[in-house]
């Protein structure tokens, strides 16, 4: 009989796909229509086409030219390091391989500030925002399951949008947050006295997330771009301060657990490369541990063949589990059942 963390969830962004949250790959497109067609962004034309050439270039130099190089995580990210300018340790060997960049700068990296600011500001403000509550309402079918097993849920986000949050009430999920409203890693600590029935593990943070000035992060409706505790890129997201440590910490525990039959990706790409390196530990020391994918696909044998590489090849074709459905289709069909014939049990739920 399936029990509490018997199965554990993981969102990626084709989670939120259907309550028309762009993902990432996407949100370069609206960055290049507002660089053509808007005043305000404009200026930062030229500087944007150097950046975005110098990533496409880096990767082409690997032998990857594939359409997906160049995403809005990778592009604040290397705006990120480009920031850390003369402080960078790598600025000695790199300072005068890009003169272009220099150019449209001006010598000064304020117009890459900017355009980054610009562009965190849409993603809080616009791209992430869910715009009316029944486009999200299929989050609701979380709870739904969990009231038929009766036991928590444990569901870890890489996504920053709201939508579990606004379908099933913040008063049915622990983030982390108190009644005055800091995040406090206590919360989330031991397990048997949290009484909501979600337990929602946002590991890259959440556009509500507001950094305050003592370094703590606090839940707020109205976050400014400079203040929002979110975290981007691939190769950089484990973060070595809390609350992103911890929750990374707690997906670690979690798969790693014995009693962890299964990791349901719902959405996920498998890019990110430390939850890829996370999941892949887990399965080489679970062998029983199954993986099941829900996303639509083109080719199942390359899709198959995709995850298994980025999983580092840790898994037999028969612990992958891929089903070809939206997440919208998927949560609101969804049954114990079905679970329970992933995980290979068919007793019934309790």
């Known amino acids: 009989m399936l029990q509490s963390d018997s199965f554990i969830f993981l969102l990626g962004a084709g989670a939120s796909f259907d309550a028309k949250i762009p993902v990432s790959a996407h949100m370069i497109n609206r960055v290049e229509d507002l660089i053509i067609n808007d005043k305000n962004w404009q200026p930062y034309k030229d500087l944007y086409y150097c950046i975005k050439s110098g990533i496409i270039n880096g990767a082409g130099i690997t032998g990857n030219?594939?359409?997906?190089?160049?995403?809005?995580?990778?592009?604040?990210?290397?705006?990120?390091?480009?920031?850390?300018?003369?402080?960078?340790?790598?600025?000695?060997?790199?300072?005068?391989?890009?003169?272009?960049?220099?150019?449209?700068?001006?010598?000064?990296?304020?117009?890459?500030?900017?355009?980054?600011?610009?562009?965190?500001?849409?993603?809080?403000?616009?791209?992430?925002?869910?715009?009316?509550?029944?486009?999200?309402?299929?989050?609701?079918?979380?709870?739904?399951?969990?009231?038929?097993?009766?036991?928590?849920?444990?569901?870890?986000?890489?996504?920053?949008?709201?939508?579990?949050?606004?379908?099933?009430?913040?008063?049915?999920?622990?983030?982390?947050?108190?009644?005055?409203?800091?995040?406090?890693?206590?919360?989330?600590?031991?397990?048997?006295?949290?009484e909501e029935p979600i337990r929602l593990y946002k590991l890259h943070g959440s556009m509500d997330w507001k950094k305050t000035n003592t370094g703590e992060v606090e839940e707020s409706d109205n976050v400014s771009p400079d203040k929002v505790a979110i975290i981007f890129g691939t190769a950089y997201k484990l973060q070595y301060v809390d609350p992103f440590l911890y929750l990374v910490n707690v997906f670690r525990k979690k798969t790693l657990a014995q009693s962890t039959k299964g990791i349901i990706c719902v959405g996920y790409s498998f890019n990110d490369e430390h939850i890829n390196g996370i999941i892949s530990q887990s399965l080489k020391k679970n062998c029983e541990q199954k993986i099941i994918s829900i996303a639509p696909i083109g080719n199942e044998d390359n899709e198959r063949n995709r995850i298994l590489e980025k999983l580092n090849d840790n898994i037999s074709e028969e612990r992958l589990i891929l089903i070809n459905k939206k997440a919208k289709e998927w949560l609101e069909s969804v049954s114990c059942e079905e679970i329970e014939s992933y995980l290979g049990t068919n007793e019934e739920p309790f």
Request: hydrophobic content about 35%.
């Open 65 to 194: 030219f594939s359409s997906d190089v160049i995403n809005i995580e990778v592009l604040v990210n290397t705006m990120e390091e480009l920031l850390k300018s003369y402080e960078h340790p790598l600025y000695p060997f790199i300072g005068s391989w890009i003169p272009r960049l220099n150019e449209v700068c001006n010598n000064k990296f304020d117009k890459i500030r900017e355009l980054k600011e610009l562009i965190v500001d849409k993603l809080c403000n616009d791209w992430t925002k869910v715009e009316h509550s029944e486009n999200c309402s299929y989050y609701y079918n979380f709870l739904r399951l969990q009231k038929t097993y009766n036991f928590p849920l444990s569901i870890f986000s890489l996504n920053y949008d709201l939508c579990l949050e606004k379908a099933v009430g913040k008063d049915n999920v622990q983030r982390g947050f108190a009644l005055d409203h800091l995040w406090q890693w206590q919360n989330l600590e031991d397990e048997s006295q949290i």
